[in-house]
T-cell receptor
């Protein structure tokens, strides 16, 4: 049982570079989410997807794009990374009783 | 903006003692959830309490919810060193697609 799998686990980028964070879940969940976690800030929602083919902005969407490729996969793209995007990124999916299941996170540093 | 405010920000206790963490929120909710995060790891769900419930238990965990005061508390009884982690409350307002709004968390340290 893999649950929610995120890749990569660590990444260092230079300002202006682009990258895609990958997320996949094997629990057949409809809803998926991307959060960022900064020290002392808890988790903030970047984007979410209620189902395959739909995406919506969360609390802090600026500088990010997402793709819900199929029911399993939900990717987060940084087109032009900025130092303010240095953070830990978590993907989650929601089960049938409103509980969210989280991946292990991607630690991103933008220099 | 953060829906939940947690108190205290940090808590340090000895093994065997009880740990109580509090969460306050601002708007009406459908349910409130507590999650745990070990250092460097993802969040793990602990317990969910719905707006029409006042108290729930799960093992050594006890959660209360007071919707009139818009507050919740998480009690961990007989703490163990392995309970050392950050604990987050998260509110579900029952709107689109189960979005959760997290508090900033309480860092719990349990000394052996």
């Amino acid at each position: 049982n893999a649950g929610v799998t995120q890749t990569p686990k660590f990444q260092v980028l230079k300002t202006g570079q682009s990258m895609t964070l990958q997320c996949a879940q094997d629990m057949n969940h409809n809803s998926m989410y991307w959060y960022r976690q900064d020290p002392g800030m808890g988790l903030r929602l970047i984007y979410y997807s209620a189902s395959e083919g739909t995406t919506d902005k969360g609390e802090v969407p600026n500088g990010y794009n997402v793709s819900r490729l199929n029911k399993r996969e939900f990717s987060l793209r940084l087109e032009s990374a900025a130092p303010s995007q240095t953070s830990v990124y978590f993907c989650a999916s929601r089960g049938p009783v409103d509980i969210q299941y989280f991946g292990a996170g991607t630690r991103l540093s933008v220099l | 903006s953060q829906q939940g405010e947690e108190d205290p920000q940090a808590l340090s206790i000895q093994e065997g003692e009880n740990a109580t963490m509090n969460c306050s929120y601002k708007t009406s909710i459908n349910n409130l959830q507590w999650y745990r995060q070990n250092s460097g790891r993802g969040l793990v769900h602990l317990i969910l309490i719905r707006s029409n419930e006042r108290e729930k238990h799960s093992g050594r965990l006890r959660v209360t919810l007071d919707t009139s005061k818009k507050s919740s508390s998480l009690l961990i009884t007989a703490s163990r060193a392995a309970d050392t982690a950050s604990y987050f409350c998260a509110t579900d307002r029952g709107t689109s697609y189960g979005k959760l709004t997290f508090g900033q968390g309480t860092i719990l340290t349990v000394h052996p």
